[in-house]
C-alpha cells in the first residue's frame, strides 16, 4: 500500500519571502501522480500542483514549485515570494496510474503560516 | 468556474440516527468520490463511484455506509446509524475520469454527532 509522509505539522514564513514543504512517499509502483493541495480556513480544497512521476521536469506553477526527486521517494513545495493568502493547510497526496484506481492518498498536511 | 456544491454545511445529528449527506458533482463528470476528515487528521479515502456502481471502497466504507446517484445531478453519502466516531468533515469530490483528470473537491459537510 502506498504511504505519504508530512513530518512536519506547522511552518511559518515572512511574507515575500520563500517557504519549502517537504513530503515523502512509499511506493512500489513506478508510474503515478504526486499533488498538492491546499486547503484554507474556508476549507474547499483546492489543487496547487500536479507532477507525473514519468516526467523528469519538476512541474512549476507561478510562484509555486516542486523538487521532486523519484528515487529518494521526496516531493517537496517550494513556495516563493509567500503572500497572506498562501496561508492554508497543505496537503500532499498520491495516486497510482495502474488500472482504475483513482483514489487520492493524503498525509497529514501542514499548516503554513504567513507573517506580515 | 463550475463548482462541486456540498449540502448541508454542517450537519449535527444524535449517535443512532441516520444521515444523508448531499453533493452536486460538476455536471459533466463521471467519477464521484467521498473523503472524510477527521478533526487534526488526514483526509481518508471513503469510496468511488462511476456507472452507478461503486468502483472501490476503503475498509472505512463498511455496511453502514452507502452511495446513490439518486438523479442527474446529485450524489448521496448515508450512514445509517451513525457513531460517535463518525464525527469529521466529509468531502465530495468528482472528475470526467480516472487517469490523467484531476479530482475536484466540495467545500464539505461538517458532521457532529452527539
Known amino acids: 500500500a502506498q504511504t505519504v509522509t508530512q513530518s512536519q505539522p506547522e511552518m511559518s514564513v515572512q511574507e515575500a519571502e520563500t517557504v519549502t514543504l517537504s513530503c515523502t512517499y512509499d511506493t512500489s509502483e513506478s508510474d503515478y501522480y504526486l499533488f498538492w493541495y491546499k486547503q484554507p480556513p474556508s476549507r474547499q480544497m483546492i489543487l496547487v500542483i500536479r507532477?507525473?512521476?514519468?516526467?523528469?521536469q519538476n512541474a512549476t506553477e507561478n510562484r509555486f514549485s516542486v523538487n521532486f526527486q523519484k528515487a529518494a521517494k521526496s516531493f517537496s513545495l517550494k513556495i516563493s515570494d509567500s503572500q497572506l493568502g498562501d496561508a492554508a493547510m497543505y496537503f500532499c497526496a498520491y495516486r497510482t496510474r495502474t488500472g482504475a484506481n483513482s483514489k487520492l492518498t493524503f498525509g497529514k498536511g501542514i499548516t503554513l503560516s504567513v507573517r506580515p | 468556474e463550475p463548482e462541486v456544491t456540498q449540502t448541508p454545511s454542517h450537519q449535527v445529528t444524535q449517535m443512532g440516527q441516520e444521515v444523508i449527506l448531499r453533493c452536486v458533482p460538476i455536471?459533466?463528470?463521471?467519477?464521484f468520490y467521498w473523503y472524510r476528515q477527521i478533526l487534526g487528521q488526514k483526509v481518508e479515502f471513503l469510496v468511488s463511484f462511476y456507472n452507478n456502481e461503486i468502483s472501490e471502497k476503503s475498509e472505512i466504507f463498511d455496511d453502514q455506509f452507502s452511495v446513490e446517484r439518486p438523479d442527474g445531478s446529485n450524489f448521496t453519502l448515508k450512514i445509517r446509524s451513525t457513531k460517535l466516531e463518525d464525527s469529521a468533515m466529509y468531502f465530495c469530490?468528482?472528475?470526467?475520469?480516472?487517469?490523467?483528470?484531476?479530482?475536484?473537491f466540495g467545500p464539505g459537510t461538517r458532521l457532529t454527532v452527539t
Open positions: 469530490a468528482s472528475s470526467l475520469g480516472p487517469d490523467p483528470y484531476e479530482q475536484y
Open positions: 455536471s459533466n463528470h463521471l467519477y
Open positions: 507532477q507525473e512521476a514519468y516526467k523528469q
